[in-house]
């Protein structure tokens, strides 16, 4: 993954969290964009499975369903961004 891939990950899965933690109702669009930046990228799996899940399951309706669902959201979404700033501090250490 490229400096430049990374940080457009980095901030479109940033957005992404913002969405979920505010219970916007376009999390799951961001989601979806934020899995088309990353396919082909190593966190790639990790995105799809995050855009999957929310449009399965509304992350902004109330109820404890939607409340797991969300929370799965966000740490499939943190674990891939944590994958793409692993990529750019290993790009900084190089």
């Known amino acids: 993954m490229s400096p430049s891939e990374a940080v457009r990950l980095c901030a479109a899965l940033a957005q992404c969290e913002i969405a979920l933690v505010r219970r916007d109702p376009v999390a799951p669009a961001l989601l979806s964009q934020a899995a088309r930046h990353a396919s082909g990228l190593g966190p790639g799996a990790l995105v799809a499975a995050a855009a999957g899940l929310a449009r399965a ?14 929370k799965v959201v966000q740490a499939l979404c943190r674990a891939a961004a944590h994958e793409a700033e692993a990529a750019l501090l290993a790009g900084a250490a190089a």
């Not at 404890?64 to 969300?70: G, K, L, N, V």
């Open 57 to 70: 399951v509304d992350p902004s309706a109330g109820g404890d369903d939607a409340a797991a669902a969300r």
